[in-house]
């Protein structure tokens, strides 16, 4: 069965880093793109990362653009959040979600666990 | 970016009782609307992409409707198991966007 675990989290002091890693199980990994999505505490979901199947092209939103690289290894169906410069509003926990390759654009139809990350002094 | 906004922001039904929520984007997205459901500590669980086509093993009570700036999750007849936050997500143009949530709680 289709399974994304998620790992990596933890505090980190502002102006940190952390690698986040998802590590999947279940499904051809090569054949997906993946995303990275975030909770803050008692609020929404908010999409921050995207990367094409092959590792070819990525999207960000833009709080996280040049402090946030999502990458993958295909060799090892894993996909990682390379996290730098970190702030206070970065403190969520962190899914890594499979996308389900629909021709209606995005659609993540697995999700992990979540990985929780808080950047506090 | 495109802003997606949901309503109600929380709502407390019955069980049996016909509930629909409302999504709506600040431009068309044509028929790039999915739905999740999220219960507490828990991830996201897919429900609808497409605007209207139901995920494998999401109970048929689900449905979608909607396209271009206005969208509607509908349960036709309320769960115990349904009591839950649901978010819409356009997957129209990046950054993806989601809603900001509705509540269904128990009346």
């Known amino acids: 069965q289709d399974q994304l675990v998620e790992s990596g989290g933890g505090v980190v002091q502002p102006g940190g880093s952390l690698r986040l890693s998802c590590a999947a199980s279940?499904?051809?990994?090569?054949?997906?793109?993946m995303h990275w999505v975030r909770q803050a505490p008692g609020k929404g979901l908010e999409w921050v990362a995207v990367i094409r199947y092959d590792g070819t092209k990525e999207y960000y939103i833009d709080s996280v653009k040049g402090r946030f690289t999502i990458s993958r290894d295909n060799s090892k169906n894993t996909l990682y959040l390379q996290m730098n410069s970190l702030r206070a509003e970065d403190t969520a926990v962190y899914y890594c979600?499979?996308?389900?390759?629909?021709?209606?654009?995005?659609?993540?139809?697995?999700w992990g666990q979540g990985t929780m990350v808080t950047v506090s002094s | 970016d495109i802003q997606m906004t949901q309503s109600p922001s929380s709502l407390s039904a019955s069980i049996g009782d016909r509930v629909t929520i409302t999504c709506r984007a600040s431009q068309s997205i044509s028929s790039y609307l999915n739905w999740y459901q999220q219960k507490p500590g828990k991830a996201p669980k897919f429900l609808i992409y497409a605007a209207s086509s139901l995920q494998s093993g999401v109970p048929s009570r689900f449905s979608g409707s909607g396209s271009e700036t206005v969208f509607t999750l509908t349960i036709s007849s309320l769960q115990p198991e349904d009591f839950a936050t649901y978010y819409c997500?356009?997957?129209?143009?990046?950054?993806?966007?989601f809603g900001g949530g509705t509540k269904v709680e128990i009346k």
């Open positions: 979600a499979k996308d389900l390759r629909n021709v209606i654009g995005y659609a993540s139809d697995i």
């Open positions: 279940g499904f051809t990994f090569t054949t997906f793109d």
């Open positions: 997500q356009q997957s129209y143009s990046t950054p993806l966007t």
